[in-house]
């Protein structure tokens, strides 16, 4: 366990780094905190009015607000700063306590730019920047990203020099951006922060810093003007957003094609695919998985009337409707595997249940409830086994845009544990499953769906170059679209012949009823 001292403004620190610290607990003790009393920001009033009038709705939420610091073993040292131009530098009897202390790891919370003299160069220093290096230094979060319509903020921890920016990078998150709303964003990055402190640790630990440039725009505080383009920018947005979800919705499909290379870079042709022709009483169909023998291809069919999704089986040459596997609640996402030559369905069941497997016939009766993630709602669950090791991917209802979950067990009837790395995957355009996995001459690639401006308009193929109980890391090696329409969200194969869905927008003065009415169903049931 590392010792620890914090620098932070007033003994405060926000919630969201509050949050990161209980997130590493295990791996440090905090037992200094040097704690600054003269930090101050210049402002220019008349030149940045309107920027802090939206600061004041946007980068001040509840994740920002300031907290007082409790910290029952650690010595507490308050401290004068002295400013050398926009530079501050802790003075050297406070660094000596570093020292004393025998601290391991220092972590900035607090101050602004601070002066690594000689005494203090001696320690690694960790502190976290919102915003790519590669393509955004500067100020304010996420501000400039929203501007220009990027797909996600970038967040990293790294290690202080006196060059800014040019410090080693030991972890890097991106998190989606909601393009209607400066605020959600936010939060959203703030929120993902809390990951990244644990991750960092551990690849100081293992000397394995990340590659990522620093010659990224060094961006100020924005002028009045621009702060008022981005206002009546996120203002249209924001109406646009409105007038969609009550005019129109996305009408999914699903269709199989032959020859298709699901491990490289991929555009689907409907023109040259078989298109599934949809059952009365659903609006759409998603998430197509082949059965085990490949002659039934099972997927999420939604409920035209009620709004929810059963799972039902198609054939898999004509793609007729056979027959209703599961209904009653919402399921969708009916992922299987073989498992003693025996074939088990473990379908998203999050909006009313934690995570289960069913075997034949796929009935409640044949009902496996997972051990160790009986307090978990997870998305898009899927399995895959290597090396004699169970491992469970998945999102949470909460952030399964951004964030991907591991655990893992020796076997489906005992306990699963959390992977020390989660969420093992911190990013839009690849985090949430998007079907099977694929083994190919001794590789896995992993399906992730492509979130960062819309729901499932597209997949990044990814390939995990290191699994364990302790490790993972995986990068993107391709991508697939869909020619003439979105998607796909989800793709499977069985024997050369793949299965994705897709979709189109369609208008319907019909789609707020059918975006309301689950959310009432499921509010009843709650009762």
Same mark, same amino acid.
């Given at each position: ?129 919102? &915003?790519?290096?590669?393509?955004? $230094?500067?100020?304010?979060?996420? +501000? /400039? *990203? ?6 996600? #903020? !970038? ?79 996120? &203002?249209?947005?924001?109406?646009? $957003?409105?007038?969609?979800?009550? +005019? /129109? *919705? ?6 199989? #094609? !032959? ?269």
């Amino acid at each position: 366990m590392l010792r620890v001292a914090l620098i932070v403004d007033c003994n405060e620190i926000t919630k969201w780094q509050m949050d990161a610290l209980d997130a590493a607990n295990d791996l440090l003790r905090i037992t200094l905190v040097l704690s600054c009393s003269n930090t101050r920001t210049k402002k220019n009033i008349l030149k940045n009015f309107l920027y802090y009038i939206l600061n004041l709705f946007s980068l001040k939420n509840e994740l920002t607000g300031r907290l007082g610091l409790k910290c029952n073993d650690a010595a507490v040292i308050d401290f004068v700063s002295i400013y050398e131009g926009a530079w501050q530098r802790i003075p050297e009897s406070i660094t000596a306590e570093l020292t004393k202390s025998k601290i391991d790891l220092v972590i900035k919370f607090g101050m602004s730019l601070l002066k690594i003299d000689k005494p203090l160069s001696h320690f690694k220093i960790l502190s976290y920047h919102h &915003g790519d290096p590669s393509l955004f $230094r500067g100020r304010p979060a996420g +501000f /400039y *990203e929203l501007l220009q319509g990027r797909s996600s #903020v !970038g967040t990293v921890v790294q290690e202080l020099s006196n060059k800014i920016d040019a410090g080693k990078v030991w972890a890097v998150s991106h998190s989606k951006i909601l393009h209607h709303s400066y605020q959600k964003t936010a939060v959203n990055f703030y929120s993902n922060s809390k990951f990244l402190l644990r991750k960092a640790i551990v690849n100081l630990a293992r000397a394995t810093p990340i590659c990522i440039s620093a010659d990224g725009i060094n961006y100020q505080l924005p002028s009045n003007f621009l702060v008022l383009k981005f206002i009546l920018l996120i &203002g249209f947005r924001k109406t646009r $957003r409105i007038f969609y979800g009550a +005019f /129109y *919705e996305k009408r999914w499909n699903v269709a199989t #094609v !032959g020859d298709a290379n699901l491990t490289g870079d991929l555009l689907l042709d409907l023109e040259g695919s078989k298109v599934a022709n949809i059952a009365d009483g659903y609006s759409f169909y998603a998430d197509p998985f082949f059965s085990a023998d490949g002659r039934k291809i099972r997927l999420e069919a939604l409920n035209s009337k009620n709004g929810l999704g059963e799972i039902i089986e198609l054939d898999a040459v004509d793609l007729s409707k056979q027959r209703v596997l599961l209904r009653g609640g919402h399921y969708s996402y009916p992922f299987s595997f073989l498992f003693e030559n025996r074939e088990y369905l473990i379908p998203e069941v999050a909006s009313h249940s934690s995570p289960c497997i069913l075997g034949i016939p796929f009935g409640g009766e044949n009902k496996i409830m997972l051990k160790g993630v009986e307090n978990f709602r997870v998305v898009d669950p899927t399995i895959l086994e290597d090396k004699g090791v169970i491992y469970l991917f998945c999102g949470m209802n909460s952030s399964a845009a951004d964030c991907l979950y591991l655990f893992y067990s020796e076997a489906f009837d005992k306990e699963f544990s959390s992977h020390p790395l989660n969420p093992v995957v911190i990013d839009p355009t690849r985090a949430r499953m998007g079907g099977r996995f694929v083994k190919k001459n001794g590789k896995i690639f992993r399906f992730g769906q492509d979130n960062s401006y819309g729901y499932g308009d597209g997949i990044s193929i990814c390939e995990i170059i290191n699994i364990s109980t302790s490790d993972y890391e995986e990068r993107i090696v391709g991508n697939i679209k869909v020619a003439g329409a979105s998607g796909p969200h989800t793709v499977d194969a069985f024997n050369g012949v793949s299965v994705f869905d897709f979709y189109v927008d369609k208008f319907s003065l019909a789609a707020w009823y059918r975006r309301i009415m689950p959310l009432l169903l499921r509010g009843l049931k709650r009762r």
